[in-house]
């Protein structure tokens, strides 16, 4: 059966971004005839500094949103990267096949260590090499992520490309990025050039899984647009960023394309739109919100799931780990 693998960082509350980008693709591919794994990555969480207790604290969150948005611990593998400690382990081996050349290219590494590079953590620069080694460790051949880790699955091909090259075997897959729907890449309320993200100093720009729907209408009201009022079509949101982030969000929500949302709404100023949108949105999002509430009250039991899940990854994995350092030359393996 074709493996699913996808990861978010526990390095702040979840966003609308991670639930359309990505949590709620995770869970309409879980039972579709794909073995599905989905990851808690700790161990890329502290590429930057992390409070240790604000850690525990969102990766036990992060979870607990995975739950409460659909994903079945009995159906997915679900777990955290840290506790599966083959995903270090065959992180080193791809630091030794990825090229310095390569990763300077990343432009999350650019965006993310900015002017002073000098002072970055050396985890942060090998970011790459290790989600290489969290989705090959498994062999996965799909991978659902939103629109800006394409170029970090592009750098995880070229990993298992070079691994098989240098070592003259067939043993890593190339694997499909899966970046599809209407929500690849949610943008922020209050620009609409930039990427809706947990670490925006402005919390105003992005709707938090834990915001009470007060806050998320609140938001939405005040989020920036253009002054016209909504295009019948979706070239008419050419050249309007901000009308684009709201019509495609609204889509994602509401499961529908962007043209049959703009057949419907198409004419209607955003005072009109914006109510309709924050309705929506408070629709599906309260009951996740809730649910995550309720399953914060009983950390035991998460951490439970949690340590389940990862006894069952590392069954897939640590074959694959020990295959890889017989490939390798390791004595032992
Ligand atoms: P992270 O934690 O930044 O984001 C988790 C997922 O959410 C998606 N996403 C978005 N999608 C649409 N619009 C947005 N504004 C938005 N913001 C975030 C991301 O594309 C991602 O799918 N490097 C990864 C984590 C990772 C991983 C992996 C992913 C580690 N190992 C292996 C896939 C496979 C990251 O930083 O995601």
Request: charged fraction near 25%; aromatic fraction near 6%; hydrophobic fraction near 40%.
């Amino acid at each position: 059966t074709p493996r699913v693998f996808s990861g978010i960082q526990p390095s702040g509350g979840l966003t609308l971004g991670n639930y359309l980008g990505a949590i709620k693709r995770f869970v309409e591919m879980q039972g579709q005839g794909f073995e599905t794994i989905y990851c808690m990555v700790d161990l890329h969480a502290i590429t930057v500094w992390q409070d240790p207790e604000a850690l525990r604290h969102q990766t036990r969150e992060l979870a607990a949103g995975y739950i409460a948005s659909g994903i079945d611990p009995d159906k997915s593998v679900l777990f955290n990267q840290s506790q599966v400690a083959e995903h270090a382990q065959l992180a080193w081996i791809f630091n030794c096949v990825a090229r310095m050349g390569w990763m300077k290219r990343m432009t999350q590494w650019k965006d993310k260590a900015g002017k002073n590079q000098e002072n970055a953590s050396l985890g942060l620069f090998a970011y790459p090499a290790l989600m290489a080694a969290d989705i090959l460790l498994y062999h996965a051949t799909h991978v659902p992520v939103g629109e800006d880790q394409k170029q970090h699955l592009e750098l995880t091909r070229d990993i298992a490309m070079k691994f098989n090259h240098d070592f003259g075997v067939e043993f890593f897959p190339v694997t499909e990025p899966v970046i599809e729907g209407a929500a690849t890449r949610v943008m922020s309320l209050r620009d609409g050039s930039k990427k809706m993200s947990k670490s925006d100093a402005s919390d105003a720009s992005r709707i938090n899984m834990t915001d009470d729907a007060d806050t998320i209408a609140k938001k939405i009201r005040k989020a920036k647009t253009d002054p016209d009022a909504l295009p019948s079509e979706a070239d008419g949101l050419e050249n309007r960023p901000e009308a684009r982030n709201l019509v495609n969000i609204y889509a994602a929500l509401a499961e529908q394309s962007v043209d049959a949302v703009l057949a419907d709404i198409g004419g209607r100023p955003f005072s009109e739109f914006k109510p309709m949108l924050s309705d929506l949105a408070v629709e599906k999002l309260s009951p996740i919100s809730g649910e995550m509430a309720r399953l914060m009250q009983q950390p035991d039991e998460i951490d439970a799931i949690l340590a389940k899940g990862a006894e069952r990854a590392r069954t897939i994995g640590a074959p694959i780990l020990k295959r890889t350092y017989d490939i390798v030359g390791m004595v032992g393996a």
